[in-house]
């Protein structure tokens, strides 16, 4: 049994991630590739538990590094047991954000030091990173425009233009470091065409 592989969906608040997860999610079982999507902060009992802590505004004022650190948390659970037992089982793993978002959330957003990040990255994952990364990227107006419709803002969504906008720059520095794994999909442009984007990065991989 071959190891499955390992995809993430990046970009910041509105740009269509949980859209087009749901699209590929579609598209692999009509290929008969058996697969888990996921999602984080979360994708377990305490990963969720977690996340609704972090997104919460109720909770008491979250420190940077106690924010980081629960991001990690949430993580080191998924990876023991959703992401690391899916792919050994030859399973593909489509998940909806990982650790190319605290990058920039934590890292840009938040002005983390990203040897923190990384020294948090090996502990937490050892040798494990995604086989493949779709960057949606639009305009953090348009963004923010798509996701406010929905109402309620959460503790993240609340945060100013300029924190997304740091938030955007450090994920557009991770294509530029990591080119051969993080793949750009303009997500500024009618659906259909965000998704025939994706399609084309992601069908070499099938064949
Ligand atoms: N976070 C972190 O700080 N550090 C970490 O390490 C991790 C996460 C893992 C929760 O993420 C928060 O956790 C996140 C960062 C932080 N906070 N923020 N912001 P989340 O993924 O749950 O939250 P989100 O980014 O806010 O996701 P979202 O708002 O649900 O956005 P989305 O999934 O990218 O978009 P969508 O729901 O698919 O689409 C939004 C709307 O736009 C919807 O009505 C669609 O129909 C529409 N849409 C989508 N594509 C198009 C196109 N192409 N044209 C027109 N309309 C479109």
Same mark, same amino acid.
């Given at each position: 049994?071959?190891?499955?592989? =390992?995809?993430? =969906? ?19 079982? !009509? ?14 009992? %305490? ?13 008491? &004022? ?11 948390? @949430?993580? !080191? ?20 954000? =990982?650790?190319? @978002?605290?990058y920039?959330?934590q890292g840009g957003?938040?002005?983390m030091k990203i040897s923190t990040i990384e ?5 937490? *994952? ?11 990227? &639009? ?12 109402? &309620?803002?959460?503790? =993240? ?13 450090a994920? %557009?520095l *991770? ?13 500024? *442009? ?18």
């Amino acid at each position: 049994m071959s190891r499955g592989k =390992f995809i993430t =969906f990046e970009g910041g608040e509105g740009v269509g991630k949980t859209t087009n997860v749901a699209f590929v999610e579609n598209y692999f079982q !009509a290929r008969k590739i058996s697969l888990v999507v996921t999602r984080e902060p979360g994708g377990t009992p %305490l990963a969720e538990k977690l996340r609704t802590l972090l997104l919460s505004k109720k909770s008491e &004022a979250i420190s940077e590094e106690a924010e980081l650190l629960l991001m990690f948390a @949430a993580r !080191a659970q998924h990876i023991k047991h959703v992401i690391e037992p899916a792919l050994a089982r030859g399973d593909w793993v489509i998940c909806d954000r =990982f650790t190319d @978002a605290t990058y920039a959330y934590q890292g840009g957003g938040r002005n983390m030091k990203i040897s923190t990040i990384e020294g948090l990255e090996n502990l937490v *994952q050892g040798n494990l990173r995604p086989d493949l990364t779709l960057l949606l990227d &639009a305009p953090v107006k348009i963004g923010m425009e798509r996701a406010g419709k929905r109402g &309620a803002f959460d503790r =993240f969504e609340s945060e100013t233009v300029q924190f997304f906008e740091n938030v955007r720059r450090a994920y %557009l520095l *991770q294509v530029e470091l990591h080119p051969q794994r993080i793949k750009l999909i303009k997500a500024n *442009q009618p659906l259909a065409d965000v998704q025939q984007a994706i399609i084309n990065v992601l069908s070499p991989l099938l064949r």
